[in-house]
T-cell receptor, first 114, second 115 residues
Framework: DQQVKQNSPSLSVQEGRISILNCDYT??????FLWYKKYPAEGPTFLIS?????DKNEDGRFTVFLNKSAKHLSLHIVPSQPGDSAVYFC?????????????FGKGTTLSVSS | NAGVTQTPKFQVLKTGQSMTLQCAQD?????MYWYRQDPGMGLRLIYY???????DKGEVPNGYNVSRLNKREFSLRLESAAPSQTSVYFC??????????????FGSGTQLSVL
């Protein structure tokens, strides 16, 4: 049973426009949410995160919004650039006696055309 | 500044063969992780180690074993490889041993094919 869901496998936008990537989760015990970006043949790299006690976090062109009541978060990229073309993974953290681990969604492939 | 180093980068195995994927980090991180990435499946956690001497199962641990050799190194072993284990394997480490907001640093991956 998937706890972190990215229902859109792909998204295409034009350069300069806004990109909105969505993510839903089922576990209300998640305490942190993160977005990772992955280029082909490379490992994922951290992009931005948000605590479950906040509803917005902004870092330059990237903003993450969290709606806890809907168990939904989104990543906004404004303006989108061709270099943003990559796979974006939504992830959530859980903590138990063994430590902390991340659960990832399946990813959304963003294509930004010039 | 190496970060997280995985070896080998590519490997082809025959069904039933065994092998160990190596991972080392030079950031003095406490936590280390092994993930696999399959088309349309995202990244799935195989095993993780919150600190030296501890390991725990993730989402898909069957068919794998791990060893946290020391703080730097975390290896993943396939005792009897199966075609279903064909995947890209990523090792990661984190500087937050037990708190929230884990920010993982990933290696560049090992592409494994089991024939």
């Amino acid at each position: 049973d998937q706890q972190v869901k990215q229902n859109s496998p792909s998204l295409s936008v034009q350069e300069g426009r806004i990109s909105i990537l969505n993510c839903d989760y089922t576990n209300s015990m998640f305490d942190y949410f993160l977005w990772y970006k992955k280029y082909p043949a490379e490992g994922p790299t951290f992009l931005i995160s948000i605590s479950s006690i906040k509803d917005k976090n902004e870092d330059g062109r990237f903003t993450v919004f969290l709606n806890k009541s809907a168990k939904h978060l989104s990543l906004h990229i404004v303006p989108s650039q061709p270099g943003d073309s990559a796979v974006y993974f939504c992830a959530a953290t859980f903590f138990n006696q063994a430590g902390t681990a991340l659960i990832f969604g399946k990813g959304t492939t963003l294509s930004v055309s010039s | 500044n190496a970060g997280v180093t995985q070896t080998p980068k590519f490997q082809v195995l025959k069904t039933g063969q065994s092998m160990t994927l190596q991972c080392a980090q030079d950031m003095n991180h406490n936590s280390m992780y092994w993930y696999r990435q399959d088309p349309g499946m995202g990244l799935r956690l195989i095993y993780y180690s919150a600190s030296e001497g501890t390991t725990d199962k993730g989402e898909v641990p069957n068919g794998y074993n791990v060893s946290r050799l020391n703080k730097r190194e975390f290896s993943l072993r396939l005792e009897s490889a199966a075609p279903s284990q064909t995947s890209v394997y990523f090792c990661a480490s984190s500087d937050l041993p037990g708190g929230s907001g884990e920010k993982l640093f990933f290696g560049s991956g090992t592409q494994l094919s089991v024939l």
